[in-house]
């Protein structure tokens, strides 16, 4: 069975940093990303990297946000600079496998930033 587990979320100031990590129980996903839902709104892409080398961000977070998978641990990270109030959402951990043809979704963490 296929299992994503996000960590990292929190709250922090405007112009603070967090870094996400989602740990998984296999290592055979051709695509790992970000997702982000804020209250009221859909799910949105923040960043996914496809065959562990090209990296794909949303407009509103290049540049601040840098993605990155770790084979060792089965783990993705999502590194969050220069965060603003608009970043303010659940964060999921979002998977696809080639194998099953089927995605794959962590339980989100919260991640808020306010003064």
């Known amino acids: 069975q296929v299992q994503l587990v996000e960590s990292g979320g929190g709250s922090v100031q405007p112009g603070g940093s967090l870094r996400l990590s989602c740990t998984t129980s296999?290592?055979?996903?051709?695509?790992m990303g970000w997702y982000r839902q804020a209250p009221g709104q859909q799910r949105e892409m923040v960043a996914k990297i496809v065959n562990r080398a090209n990296k794909v961000y949303a407009d509103s977070v290049k540049g601040r946000f840098t993605i990155t998978r770790e084979g060792t641990k089965n783990t993705v990270y999502l590194q969050m600079d220069s965060l603003k109030p608009e970043d303010t959402a659940v964060y999921y951990c979002?998977?696809?496998?080639?194998?099953?043809?089927?995605?794959?979704w962590g339980q989100g963490t919260q991640v808020t930033v306010a003064s």
């Open positions: 979002n998977a696809f496998s080639p194998h099953t043809q089927r995605e794959y």
């Open positions: 296999v290592n055979v996903f051709f695509t």
